[in-house]
């Protein structure tokens, strides 16, 4: 039988999978930094607003979405120990993500320091 050839598919090239991420490495999604602590050897998944992290790494300027992680390794040890703090103010673990607002900023820094 003659006739025209079948249709051929494209040759897909297979693609390297991209490296693997540390599920605990800071992140963005443009509005928040999502990050986790550890507490008594457990990971707590956390999230910092952008307007918490300009109050508190960027002295009040509003950071670019770009700039969030940037600005997030700048103030990180200042962050965590926030997450902490406010962690064991509570009875139990958070369910699912623990979020660090404004108000919790403007609360650690109204609070005196240990001495």
């Given at each position: ?7 051929t ?37 956390c ?46 673990d ?13 609360e ?8």
């Amino acid at each position: 039988m003659t006739g025209t050839p079948a249709p051929t598919k494209p040759v897909q090239r297979a693609r390297k999978p991209a490296p693997a991420r540390d599920p605990n490495e800071p992140r963005s999604d443009g509005r928040r930094v999502l990050f986790t602590v550890l507490l008594d050897g457990r990971e707590i998944p956390c999230a910092i607003a952008q307007h918490a992290l300009r109050d508190i790494a960027s002295g009040g300027k509003r950071p670019n979405a770009g700039d969030l992680l940037q600005c997030f390794a700048t103030a990180r040890p200042q962050i965590e120990a926030l997450a902490l703090r406010k962690l064991r103010a509570r009875r139990g673990d958070p369910l699912g993500v623990l979020y660090i607002w404004p108000e919790d900023a403007e609360e650690d820094a109204a609070e005196p320091a240990d001495s």
